[in-house]
Nanobody, 125 residues
């Protein structure tokens, strides 16, 4: 029922910034928790950040804390990931995910029922 679509992935230089967007459709009650994951080349999918839509509470993985910010649009149907001071190790496919409720860090794949197809972020040194 819920469909997620990521956009905004691009190639950027180390130290630069990029904003990813996730547009959601379908039952809002089924996607009160929105999250970003990433999968580096040859690596496993790891949680990055999550936001609880009803009140905007957020949590972050330690690897991005202080550099990335997750936020929601005015309607709650769009979630953003503002990435700053990007590093080559941030290179990955970034995925948007949704669940009925947040369980907070650590973010695990199995908690999230709905997934987008991902958007590529490449950071060069």
């Amino acid at each position: 029922q819920v469909q997620l679509l990521e956009s905004g992935g691009d190639a950027v230089q180390s130290g630069g910034s990029l904003r990813l967007s996730c547009t959601a459709s379908g039952s809002a009650d089924s996607r009160k928790c929105m999250a970003w994951f990433r999968q580096a080349p040859g690596g496993e999918r790891k949680g990055v950040a999550e936001i609880y839509i009803p009140h905007g509470g957020t949590s972050y993985d330690a690897s991005v804390k202080g550099r990335f910010t997750i936020s929601e649009g005015d309607t709650g149907d769009t979630v953003y990931l503002q990435m700053s001071r990007l590093k080559p190790e941030d290179t990955a496919v970034y995925y948007c995910a949704a669940a009925r409720e947040c369980n907070y860090l650590p973010l695990v794949n199995s908690w999230f029922e709905y997934w987008g197809l991902g958007t590529q972020v490449t950071v060069s040194s």
